[in-house]
Each structure stands twice: as structure tokens, then as C-alpha cells.
């Protein structure tokens, strides 16, 4: 039993790995891995993910403003720099 689990374990080793650096010009085209068209997808889509947030907050900072200048007209002041009323 002992040399039958020997050989199991000796048959599933994995391969031995390269022993020194490979240059990368040695290595096949089909193996190589181009950075540049993933490093400017990469920076297109942080771009566009920058400036549709910043769409957004600019969005919602003209929809609090459109509501303060109602509330502004609704109650009867119409610039803000009026004082405001003292409750008598």
C-alpha cells in the first residue's frame, strides 16, 4: 500500500518550473501580453466613470438649488439676503 501511494504521489507532481529569467523578445507573440491597449482601457474607463459622477453631483447640487429658490418665493422672500422675520 505504502508504495502504491508513493507512486500516486510521484505521478501527481506538477511539472518542474523554469530554472533562469526568459527574456521576453524569446517568448512566442501568441504568449505575449500587450499592456498598452488594457492600460488606456483602464484609464478611459476611470475618465468616464470620473466625469459621470461629477455629471451627477452637479445634477442633484441644481435640483437643491431650484428647491431653495422655491421655498425662497414661497415664503415671500425673494433674495437671501433679506433678514429674517422675528415670531412676535
Known amino acids: 500500500m505504502t508504495i502504491f501511494a508513493f507512486v500516486v504521489a510521484f505521478v501527481l507532481q506538477p511539472p518542474a518550473g523554469q530554472n533562469q529569467f526568459v527574456p521576453a523578445s524569446s517568448v512566442p507573440p501568441t504568449d505575449q501580453l500587450q499592456a498598452a491597449p488594457l492600460l488606456i482601457a483602464a484609464y478611459a474607463f476611470v475618465w468616464v466613470a470620473a466625469c459621470f459622477y461629477l455629471w451627477t453631483i452637479w445634477r442633484r447640487l441644481r435640483k437643491v438649488e431650484t428647491e431653495m429658490h422655491a421655498l425662497e ?9 433679506a433678514a429674517p422675520r422675528s415670531p412676535r
Open 73 to 81: 418665493r414661497r415664503s415671500g422672500r425673494a433674495d437671501s439676503g
